[in-house]
């Protein structure tokens, strides 16, 4: 049934007995076209738009527990596009205009909220980075704005400016289409669109072995529910995907980090934004429902436990009553956990692989969100075409063999 | 106003608050009332006969206090202090939003406010939201406001929900409100370690840290409360013995006897948030805010300003005990949150504890045995209860206790069920319907007139902590309960259970598994327990633990009628229904669907009679639905007392050089690079910026300055294999490195891209001194150590950092040798005994130790005196007076970086940026030709590393001379180029140069060292400007200035 303010109203006066399933849960048939493994966000997205855009008849999206239960639910769901090296800024602007019409697309209110980004700047050498990404993105035609302190002070008075602070602001970039969205919307939207157009989405379904024939080429997956053939299988399994690319055999660079996040009580709107420092480590939002919503940083050391040390939420904290003394006295309500799966250049990994039929989609870090709707939809054409999309095409695996990495981390080297 | 001083509500019985208590004013919502010292503001309230506290999340709601303790939902206050307007409050930082009054401890002059509502809390203008209840279910959000565009398609969709409806939404949502000033208040942090911790303080606690300390371990008692004893403070006299003792007497003995034990500390107000695995475990200890504080005192006039508001423990325990008890659950029928509808337990509390009757005229609705007893304590308290309506057959109820109710003019009513609250602001009556054999309502409703309903679901064990440290549960199908599990083999899990969080429940039970988990406790830490202990005489009730799970039977439909699950999130039964009829399954689905369990409580009261109508609703046996993942922290945890004394200066360490002093003396401006201040420039009197910087570039070109270079990171390696270690780290060739020599050497990533540069001297066949960039100086260090460590065992050298040990002292321009001559001892300044890339040792300044290097960064003749830390400012005086007399200068980062730029001498981190080979930065020379390996030797020679198109420093020089380039800028083939033109690379430095009087700038350039003299663009702002290509060496290309 379409969401909309009538169906709403007319839900509303007969007890709401009439709502369908947002998706069925169907059992895994013998075979599909196309197998995706992994139901986040970039997971059910691929299968939407090959179902949508591709037309791919029988898909099935397999996930080892609930839907939208990995990174997708356990985000801090900032979306932004200014990044520094042209294929960045290409797939995250490419996800960027897509998030703006998203919830029309799927009929699922994702809550895409374009409150402005701003990233700040407290060392000299802070602001040549972040001034190189304001040029560098203004000359791709993507927004991106510096701002002076007292420009800071009135686009969000929240933060403290006192050129007292350890570590003063000196500026900030601000991206105003940058913003949040609602995470568990966007793998609901997702998963009931897809299910609508005749994807299978079978949770509590692991993979356990992905089977291939003589040739090499991946012929299907065994599941604790049983094998299933497939001639194409796309791995989209974040943290975990090194584990399942390693049953065909590919052993993938990448390292799997315990990432923090937690929100506060909540309270009345208090904070209008998204303000990110990267120098201090503080990430911080208010939800629609009234929470601070913090981000804290990776684990140092490579770990699959969803639950991260105490003292990697502490210095986040330090860094928040710092920059924001006014929620000092705030109150943490949760802290949780997520395995981000991060590559050596800091950017994904999207396309083919040596082996025939597998496709990978993976690599998304610590900032895998606000990708979501331009990673699936290039990943996606990538699957039906066989070969990477030109967004995708810069973000392929054997990068890591030629050298041509695409290097986020790079800009934010070391200062003297 | 006068205070209400009528507290109508307070018994004449004895409260465990004790006879002498002193009378207490405060306010709440700004009318005046009195309570005692001791109560609680929830107890001083009801003692008041205040029940409506606050307002729903959702539906605005109104509710009362339901709980006493830390699982309450309903109220939530903001907490002002002492004798202020909630104004003034706000700005005076010390306002909290979101405090239980359950869990706030009353002192005079308190001042609270309840939350969420406008104008008032018994006019709340949103409780219009309950109106469209209909609409707002579960799911609400998700299915509208997307299409609401004003027919502008898309675009007004889009527009419509972020700048119409979401702030609608956001202004709705939220409880309290944040403060706007900062917080006065500090913050602690302490560190301990113990044998045994034991977290919760009543009957099972207790036994437990008792015996566990008598047998001579270290032991932590924490309990949130401000009192320990648990349960056993809200009974009545009759209901329980212990060693022939009154509950609360025997409380007072054990508390006594645990206080003459030393090897016991005893934290109340402490609440065990967090527990880690290995025995780590964070606790919050309140400190401040049961002692009021004034708001009008400036921070620190007071004694009590002195004290932390809280304070975080981090504990290592070789063992823990969890004796955190259980939670009573609520019943879920409808309009169970009137104000008015409570926990049995809390009623029994707040009449034991506080000597406060919660009404005039109580109905108990039950499903479990242990509510007979509250009613019983009610009664025997001179409280007015009606009626008993249990869920159960008579054969179900306990015939003892039964009997007595009825003997005190209880009417008992089994098999039946509350089927519908009147009353708005307070409950004023009840319906309820018999049940039949199959459990569903028969016949007529009839109605019970009463001011509280007290409710009792049975009881729900606290596997909170268990959870977090990774304990497995296991589903009690008996007892219908989750239960801790036996942990997992393989984990370090030194945690045991006892009383009723381990679902062991009554005295005697717990008291026997606190001393069985103190054994368990005692052998984990290695401790004999030679004593032994014998758990004393237990006189109690014989009672069933057992309740009910889910809705009860309320006959109505359960989409009509507003049955609450989660009070403060506003989840109905309702909800969970539409939930799993909308296809979530997971338990997981169907909490972030409803949110259901993530209010402040996260579900405390509500998780357990969620999941049961959910299991029911997927037809699907309860531990198949399953639990949600318990997370950090137990209770709402202050963000300060995890930053503790990490603010103003201590947020981060400030590193200073040796000659700080003399710096702040010669007018320096400072910056910070990495934790450093170092010096930027050295205005004098009238001097901007600018001017300081162009004399301080002019001064060491034509005549000498002086740089503090402490700050570079400086490591000692020593050992015959020293060099091969070099040889096989940095890309350079070491091994004929003369002993007096120094090399300029380049450090890759395993990537094979420039991560770090530095000067490196041979002091001896097996001695090198090495330099490393300031901010990569800890990097560089544990990357040796971890190659030396793991890659390379086989070589015999060892790595020091010496970082702190050296002050340096850069002496730059033609004047420097002069400026040496006659300081220093030992040492032939000669060129030729000392030349460019030289080192050598001796004394200065009167037999200070020296390593001197020749050295440049500056492209002029150039020394860096190195000597002990502790005699930098010595020798910079020294030096200082000799540069003064020579009409020199001290300079500081801005100069260094510019005479570098001029010589196009590059600085890692500015000029590279992690994507630059040394090829690209023109140094592909410093390799060693012959060299088998070196740290990222292998990924120069892929494809992507050797394209002829990559991105090389070259020199950029403005045709427009007086035209500025901008660091960051990007560079373009074309003039204005439009949005989309892909950058041919970026400017990396760019200065104006005094020497050359002139801009100039240095940038990454696709092939940009096969278009010398070609003319690139840099759009700047709204302007473009035009630049060629030349050498980045802008001064002195020959280099003969260095070699004077």
């Known amino acids: ?416 | 106003m006068a205070y209400s001083t009528k507290q109508a509500y307070r018994t004449n019985s004895e409260s465990r608050l004790g006879k002498e208590t002193r009378t207490v004013k405060f306010k709440f919502d700004g009318r005046r009332y009195t309570g005692l010292e001791g109560d609680s503001l929830a107890s001083a309230l009801l003692a008041n006969g205040v029940h409506l506290v606050g307002r729903s999340f959702k539906y605005h709601r109104p509710r009362g206090i339901m709980a006493a303790g830390v699982e309450e939902p309903n109220a939530l206050i903001t907490l002002v202090g002492r004798h202020s307007t909630a104004k003034s409050a706000i700005r005076s930082g010390r306002i909290t939003p979101n405090l239980r009054a359950t869990q706030i401890e009353l002192y005079d002059g308190l001042e609270a406010y309840s939350q969420n509502r406008f104008p008032s809390l018994r006019h709340d203008l949103q409780a219009a939201n309950g109106w469209f209840g209909r609409f707002l279910v579960a799911g609400f959000y998700y299915k509208t406001f997307k299409g609401f565009g004003f027919g502008l398609g898309r675009v007004g969709a889009s527009f419509a929900w972020s700048r119409i409806y979401e702030p609608l939404i956001r202004r709705s949502a939220g409880l309290g409100k944040a403060p706007r000033a900062s917080d006065p208040d500090h913050y602690a942090q302490f560190y301990r370690h113990c044998d045994v911790l034991v977290v919760g303080g009543g009957a099972a606690g207790l036994s437990a840290a008792l015996r566990a300390g008598k047998a001579g371990a270290s032991v932590i008692l924490c309990d949130e409360t401000p009192h320990l004893g648990g349960s056993l403070l809200d009974v009545e006299n009759d209901s329980v013995h212990i060693d022939n003792k009154y509950a609360g007497q025997w409380v007072k003995s054990m508390v006594k006897e645990i206080a003459a034990i030393k090897s016991i500390t005893v934290m109340t107000r402490t609440q065990c948030f967090g527990l880690f695995a290995d025995g780590f475990a964070a606790l919050s200890q309140q400190t401040g805010d049961h002692v009021p504080r004034n708001h009008g005192q400036s921070e620190g006039a007071a004694a009590s300003a002195d004290l932390p508001r809280e304070v975080l423990w981090q504990v290592r325990a070789k063992a823990t005990i969890l004796a955190t008890g259980a939670l009573e659950r609520p019943l879920v029928f409808p309009n169970n949150d009137r104000p008015g509808v409570m926990l049995a337990s809390a009623a029994e509390a707040y009449l034991s504890r506080y000597g406060v009757a919660v009404g005039r005229q109580v109905v108990v609705f039950t499903a479990s045995d242990s509510a007979y007893g509250s009613a019983l304590t009610l009664v025997g308290g001179g409280v007015k209860v009606t009626h008993l309506i249990d869920l159960r057959e008579a054969a179900a109820q306990p015939r003892a206790l039964v009997d007595k109710l009825r003997e005190a003019g209880v009417q008992i009513i089994p098999k039946a069920s509350i089927t519908m609250v009147h009353g708005k602001l307070r409950v004023k009556s009840i319906q309820y319907r018999r049940l039949d054999s199959l459990g569903q309502p028969q016949g007529a409703e009839l109605e019970i007139p009463c001011d509280t309903v007290l409710m009792s679901g049975g009881w729900t064990p606290s596997l909170h902590l268990h959870s977090q440290a990774r304990g497995t549960v296991r589903w009690e199908e008996a007892s219908q309960n989750f239960l801790p599990a036996a942990p997992k083999p393989h984990l370090n899990f030194k945690l045991v259970s006892a009383g009723a969080c381990s679902g062991r429940f009554g005295i005697a039970n717990a008291l026997d598994s606190g001393l069985a988990a103190a054994a368990t406790a005692l052998k984990m830490v290695g401790i004999t327990d030679k004593g032994g202990a014998t758990r004393p005489k237990v006189v109690e009730r014989p009672i069933s633990w057992q309740g009910h799970l889910g809705a009860v039977p309320h006959g109505h439909d359960p989409r009509r009628v507003k049955a609450f699950v989660d009070f403060q999130n506003d989840v109905t039964e309702r909800d969970l229904l539409i939930a799993t009829q909308e296809g979530m399954k997971s338990i997981e689905h169907v909490k972030r669907y409803t949110t259901t369990g993530m209010a402040t409580d996260q579900g405390k009261t509500s998780n357990l009679n969620g999941m049961a109508i959910a299991a029911e609703a997927l037809n699907r046996p309860i531990p198949a639905v399953g639990l949600t993942t318990f997370r950090m922290p137990y209770t709402p945890t202050s963000f300060g007392i995890f930053a503790g004394y990490a603010r103003g200066n201590l947020f981060d360490p400030i590193r200073i050089t040796p000659m700080h002093r003399i710096a702040v003396e010669q007018g320096a401006v400072f910056e910070d690079v990495g934790q450093w201040k170092r010096a930027f420039y050295f205005p004098r009197a009238g001097e901007s910026m600018h001017d300081a910087v162009y004399r301080e570039c002019l001064t060491v070109r034509q005549n000498v300055g002086l740089f503090d270079a402490s700050t570079l990171g400086k490591i000692e390696i020593l050992g015959p294999d020293s060099a091969e270690f070099l040889e096989r780290f940095y890309i350079n060739p070491w091994k004929k490195l003369a002993t007096g020599r120094c090399r300029y050497g380049i450090l890759l990533n395993e990537a094979g891209f420039i991560i770090d540069d530095g000067v490196v001297a041979r002091i001896a066949e097996d001695r090198f001194h090495v330099t490393t960039t300031t901010g990569g100086a800890a990097r560089v260090f544990a990357m040796m150590e971890d190659y030396l460590q793991t890659e390379w065992p086989e070589l015999n050298c060892w790595l020091t950092s010496t970082s702190e040990q050296f002050a340096v002292i850069a002496v730059q321009g033609p004047n420097a040798r002069n400026v040496l001559t006659g300081l220093v001892e030992g040492v032939d300044l000669n060129p030729t005994v000392l030349p460019h890339m030289g080192f050598v040792q001796g004394h200065i300044c009167g037999g200070i130790p020296m390593r001197l290097f020749r050295v440049s960064f500056s492209g002029e003749l150039g020394f860096e005196v190195n000597i002990p830390s502790a005699q930098g400012p010595l020798v910079m005086a020294a030096l200082l007076a000799k540069v003064q007399a020579l009409k020199g200068t001290v300079y500081g980062t801005e100069a260094m970086h510019i005479l570098r730029a001029e010589k196009g001498y590059i600085i890692v981190g500015q000029d590279t940026d992690g994507t630059v080979t040394p090829d690209d930065a023109g140094m592909a020379g410093a390799i060693g030709k012959n060299k088998l390996d070196f740290v990222g030797k292998r990924s120069l020679s892929r494809p992507d590393m050797i394209a002829p198109n990559r991105k090389q420093l070259v020199g950029l020089l403005p045709k427009e001379p007086s035209l500025a380039l901008e660091d960051g800028a990007q560079v373009v083939a074309m003039n204005n180029p439009p949005a989309g033109t892909p950058a041919l690379g970026h400017v990396t430095s760019a200065y104006y140069s005094p020497i050359l009087g002139r801009n100039i700038a240095m940038g990454l350039v696709m092939g940009g060292r096969a278009k010398m003299g070609e003319t690139v663009y840099i759009p700047i702002g709204d302007k473009t400007v035009a630049a060629e290509i030349v050498n980045p060496v802008f001064y002195d290309p020959t280099g003969d200035r260095v070699n004077v």
């Open chain 1, 1 to 416: 049934m379409k969401f909309s303010f009538s169906s709403l109203v007319k839900q509303g006066l007969s007890d709401h007995r009439g709502w369908g399933e947002q998706w069925r849960d169907p059992a895994p048939q013998p075979s599909y076209d196309v197998i995706i493994i992994g139901a986040g966000g970039h997971g059910l997205g691929t299968a939407y738009y090959l179902a949508k855009k591709y037309k791919v008849g029988r898909i099935a999206v397999l996930e080892k527990g609930w839907l939208g239960g990995g990174n997708t639910g356990r985000n801090t769901t900032i979306i932004r596009s200014n990044y520094l090296w042209e294929a960045s800024e290409g797939i995250y602007n490419h996800a960027l205009n897509l998030w703006k019409d998203l919830s029309s697309e799927l009929n699922y209110n994702v809550m895409y909220s374009p409150r402005g980004v701003l990233s700040l700047s407290h060392t000299i050498h802070d602001v040549q980075v972040s001034k190189r990404h304001v040029h560098a993105n203004r000359l791709a035609g993507i927004d991106n704005e510096w701002l002076e302190p007292n420009q800071i002070a009135e686009f969000c008075p929240q933060i403290n400016l006192s050129p007292k602070l350890r570590y003063p602001v000196l500026g900030g970039a601000l991206q105003r289409r940058g913003g949040t969205a609602r995470h568990d919307a966007v793998a609901w939207g997702y998963a009931r669109a897809a299910d609508a157009l005749g994807v299978d989405i079978i949770q509590n379904c692991e993979v356990t072995g992905i089977t291939r024939d003589n040739n090499g080429q991946v012929s299907g997956v065994e599941t604790t529910r049983g094998a299933i053939k497939a001639g194409k299988i796309g791995v989209v399994a974040a943290g975990h995907t090194s584990v399942v690319m390693a049953m065909a055999g590919v052993r993938m660079p990448l390292e799997s980090y315990p990432l923090q996040a937690l929100v506060s009580e909540p309270i009345k709107p208090a904070f209008p934004c998204v303000v990110m420092s990267s120098t201090i480590h503080a990430y911080m939002s208010q939800s629609d429902k009234g929470e601070l919503v913090i981000g804290a940083g990776t684990d140092q050391y490579v770990s699959y436990s969803q639950t991260g040390g105490l003292y990697i939420d502490s210095h986040t904290l330090e860094a928040i009553c710092e920059l924001f003394p006014i929620f000092r006295r705030m109150r943490m309500l949760r802290n949780w956990g997520g395995i981000v799966d991060v590559t050596a250049d800091r950017s994904p990994i999207i396309g083919t692989t040596p082996v025939p039929g597998l496709f990978v989609n993976c690599g998304w870090g610590t900032g895998g969100f606000k990708a979501t709707p331009g990673s699936a939809d290039v990943f996606a054409a990538t699957i039906a075409n066989g070969e990477p999309h030109p967004i995708a095409a810069p973000f392929r695996l054997d990068r890591f063999r030629t050298g041509n990495l695409i290097d986020e981390g790079a800009a934010a080297a070391v200062a003297h």
